[in-house]
């Protein structure tokens, strides 16, 4: 292992329920009624142009819906951004190159993350999908992340809470680590991230870092 790749949203912050909310919320005030449950079975480790995508096909403006999804998201990033427990204990454990391979937005990563202490591990390696030409599940971004830290995508572990994520892993030729945080009550994910690819299944911070410790040598391959 020479590069470790992380997800954010559900792998560093424990955002997912904060954004799942805000989407239901901007949904519903847009005339098509929506929980944050149903929310969650949807969007979790999409892209914002193909949750948009989803919102116009219900017949509603994607794009106004997702400008105030995001309004209401960054007023709860200005009260607190919550951390999955244990995971700056992760970060400082591996004196290796990092990057965030995200598909949230570049303003959404600046709202959360970069307000947080994570930030400094990254080294400004922070990398959202608007900045190639496909969001995950393509490659694109694990490739893009394993050239910007001068790694094989190879010889880089992938660390996401979505199967999204986890395509995008293996296409790439990572090795593929599918996150659980103790958090996430999502119905089957263990399963969907084990269809996807997964070569492991971590739960939690402590899970993941005896997993990334098992894996750090310079000869690690994903097979």
Known sequence: MK??????DGVLIDSEPMGCAALAAAI??????????????????????????????QGLDGPAVMAEADRMLFAMFDRAVPLIP?????????????????????ARLEHSLGRTPLIGHFRG??????????????????????????VLPQDAVFVDDNPHGITCARAAGCLAIGFIGPADHRR????????????HIARGSAELLALLHHHHSPSMKAV
């Open 28 to 57: 519903t005030a847009a005339g098509h009624d929506m929980t944050p449950e149903e929310a969650s079975a949807i969007f979790p480790g999409n892209a914002a142009r193909d949750s948009s995508a989803w919102i116009t096909a």
């Open 125 to 150: 390696h922070v990398y959202s999908a608007a900045q190639v030409p496909q969001p995950k599940p393509a490659p694109d971004l694990a490739l893009f992340a394993a050239a910007r830290l001068g």
């Open 86 to 106: 244990g995971i700056g204990a992760v970060l400082s454990a591996f004196d290796l190159p990092m990057a965030v391979c995200s598909n949230s937005s570049v």
């Open 188 to 199: 089957g994910l263990e399963a969907r991230l084990r269809a996807a690819g997964a070569h």
């Open 3 to 8: 590069a470790i790749l992380f997800d954010c």
